[in-house]
């Protein structure tokens, strides 16, 4: 009986997972995204460290971003992004062979994929994060549009120190408004990408420069988007 029981609550539990995560991803189709994990575990661990929680967060829409900044994180991050369907296998296969090989790691998460992880999930490399993540995935790249999910991850992505979203970079590190930023600007802001704690778009170094004057140089081959 006991067995039972617990087959039973069991089967419960992922039936309300399964129902809750369809319910959340068709809302945030239309619901701006105020708040991520990442956010919250960011300001927990600094109250844990003694320190101020930082959070820089302010919600734009597609087009109130310079139509530069989808063009340079899709440069620098997914050039394929509008082609797949939420996983390119040429880009995780080339990851796993170079991780095979010894040499320097390459990301072969997608913007898609990672717009998953930072709406839904927490930052680990665990199986089970990476599981979960191929499941938001696949709901995102089937209830919303490729609009709606580089405007999610433009507005989610953490961008340096307690900095989320193309907003609060634009504010905290050039000054101005998402549409004011440039061409040169957004180029700066996607070679911070990979480690954004680490590299800065407002202070950049040498290799910062060389990375964004790669990124721009593959921003000729790619059209802007914007939402109609």
Known sequence: MKLKFIAKVLRWIVAGFFISSVIA???????????????????????????????????????????????????????????HKGFDMNAIVDAAKEKMEGKRRRGGSTISQQTAK?????????????????YFTVLIELFWSKERIMEVY????????????????????????ASQLTRSDCALIAATLPNPRRFSSKHPGPFMRSRQRWIQRQMRTIDVMRVD
Request: aromatic content about 12%; hydrophobic content about 45%; charged content about 15%.
């Open 118 to 134: 930072n709406v839904f999930l927490w930052p680990s490399s665990t199986w089970i994060r990476k599981g979960f993540e191929a």
């Open 25 to 83: 991803v068709i809302a945030y189709r239309w619901i701006p995204v105020y708040v991520t994990p990442l956010m919250v575990i960011r300001c927990v661990q600094s109250v844990a460290k003694g320190e101020t929680p930082k959070l820089y967060h302010h919600w734009v829409s597609l087009n109130d971003m310079s139509i530069y900044m989808p063009v340079a994180v899709m440069a620098s991050e997914d050039q394929n992004f509008r082609r």
């Open 154 to 177: 433009l507005n989610s992505i953490e961008m340096g120190d307690g900095i989320y979203g193309v907003a609060a970079v634009a504010a905290q590190n050039f000054r101005c408004e």
